[in-house]
């Protein structure tokens, strides 16, 4: 079975200033990683995922995630953040051998200000 | 073109009422995703559904119970609603079961009153 934590509920963070969201995971087997974002009223949308390979994964908007197998973590990056980013952000884990269920994580509130 | 559809988009309802949410999907998925996120935004899978087989079928009550009368559709109808029904689902597809990337619908807002 797999798990994820999104370790901050809230991040508010002023337009044109990094970010970092984080997220570890656990798993007894090995796993595929995502970052999705919720507009306000909208679904999901995939933003970034890590099957295999390079860990350094690079997604859409400018984000970009870094898996780290030994520390069990899969966070969030952004180098200078807009206005428009502001939106719920969501870890999901699924082990990439056996049922196909994706756990996503209880998601971040990204909050930019001007 | 929209590619997950769900309607309605809101539903307000009286509890003990039965009702459908519908979801259609255009991409030519053979898997599909019923969940439900509660007012703390939190995600949980439902049902899944891959070329009409049901291959995921979380703890939910038997009210809820999805059907699906071809790859392109699937449909929850909930029976008796209850105050706690109240929600967002969200459909959602993948290109397999195994296809890593699942795509949302718009989601609909359920209040049961």
């Known amino acids: 079975a797999q798990s994820v934590t999104q370790l901050d509920s809230q991040v508010p963070v002023f337009e044109e200033a990094p970010v970092e969201l984080r997220c570890n995971y656990s798993?007894?087997?090995?796993?595929?990683l995502f970052w999705y974002v919720q507009y306000p009223n909208q679904g999901l949308q995939l933003l970034l995922k890590?099957?295999?390979?390079?860990?350094l994964v690079k997604g859409i908007n400018g984000f970009e995630a870094e898996f780290n197998k030994s520390q069990t973590s899969f966070h969030l990056r952004k180098p200078s953040v807009h206005i428009s980013d502001t939106a719920e952000y969501f870890c999901?884990?699924?082990?990439?051998?056996?049922?196909?269920?994706?756990?996503f994580g209880a998601g971040t509130r990204l909050f930019v200000k001007a | 073109d929209t590619a997950v559809s769900q309607t309605p988009k809101y539903l307000v309802t009286q509890m003990g009422n039965d009702k459908s949410i519908k979801c259609e999907q255009n991409?030519?998925?053979?898997?599909m995703y019923w969940y439900k996120q509660d007012s703390k935004k939190f995600l949980k899978i439902m049902f899944s559904y891959n070329n009409k087989e049901l291959i995921i079928n979380e703890t939910v009550p038997n009210r809820f119970s999805p059907k699906s009368p071809d790859k392109a559709h699937l449909n929850l109808h909930i029976n008796s609603l209850e105050l706690g029904d109240s929600a967002v689902y969200f459909c959602?597809?993948?290109?397999?079961?195994?296809?890593?990337?699942?795509?949302f619908g718009p989601g609909t807002r359920l209040l049961v009153l």
């Open positions: 991409l030519g998925h053979d898997t």
């Open positions: 959602a597809s993948s290109l397999m079961a195994q296809q890593e990337t699942q795509y």
């Open positions: 798993s007894s087997v090995s796993v595929y």
């Open positions: 999901a884990v699924r082990g990439n051998t056996g049922g196909f269920k994706t756990i």
């Open positions: 890590y099957l295999s390979g390079s860990t």
